[in-house]
């Protein structure tokens, strides 16, 4: 299911992409409204809740991708994540577990230890706490932005 939803939202990156450019250059050129940069800090806070929303299904989709990977088929002894562990902690492989949230793929070792595996989980739960994170700042932004406005309209009254 979730591989379903990483191609959709791959296919969703270059409109993505497309939007933002489109929109610079639209604030670029002169003949903007006068409450431009408030509809801006929105509609950024949008794009960056959109982003974070479309790093986070590529990464749900890459998890399971190497989970399904790892239960089936030939060659799927060890993990294709944990291959790249070294030669002496790979022949203590005992399995591997897939973490949702945050994103990630272990290795379970023989006697309990959990071995990080190699792939993009790290960048991906950065990129997806970033964009959140610029969302809610610029959503709070606005907030703060109206209220300042309101009570300046309210002193010049």
């Known amino acids: ?11 969703a990156v270059p409109l993505w992409v497309i939007a933002v450019v489109v929109k ?3 604030v670029v050129l002169p003949g903007r409204r006068p409450d431009c940069p408030r509809d801006l800090l929105l509609w950024s806070a ?3 809740a959109a982003a974070a929303v479309i790093a986070y ?3 749900l989709g890459l998890v399971q991708w190497d989970a399904s990977e790892a239960e089936s088929g030939a060659g799927s002894s060890p993990a294709a994540p944990c291959r790249s562990l070294p030669p002496g902690t ?23 230890r959990v071995v990080e595996a ?3 989980y790290g960048p991906l739960n950065v990129l997806a706490a970033a964009f959140a994170l610029a969302a ?14 309101a009570r300046a309209r309210k002193s010049l009254t």
């Open 57 to 59: 299904t590529i990464g």
């Open 118 to 120: 190699d792939g993009p």
């Open 1 to 11: 299911m979730f591989v379903l939803l990483m191609y959709g939202a791959m296919l």
């Open 90 to 112: 790979l022949d203590q492989l005992a399995g591997h577990e897939p973490s949702y949230f945050p994103l990630g793929f272990d290795c379970l070792l023989d006697g309990g």
């Open 24 to 26: 610079l250059i639209s």
């Open 46 to 48: 949008g794009m960056a």
């Open 136 to 149: 809610a700042l610029s959503a709070l932004a606005v907030g703060f932005l109206d209220e300042y406005r």
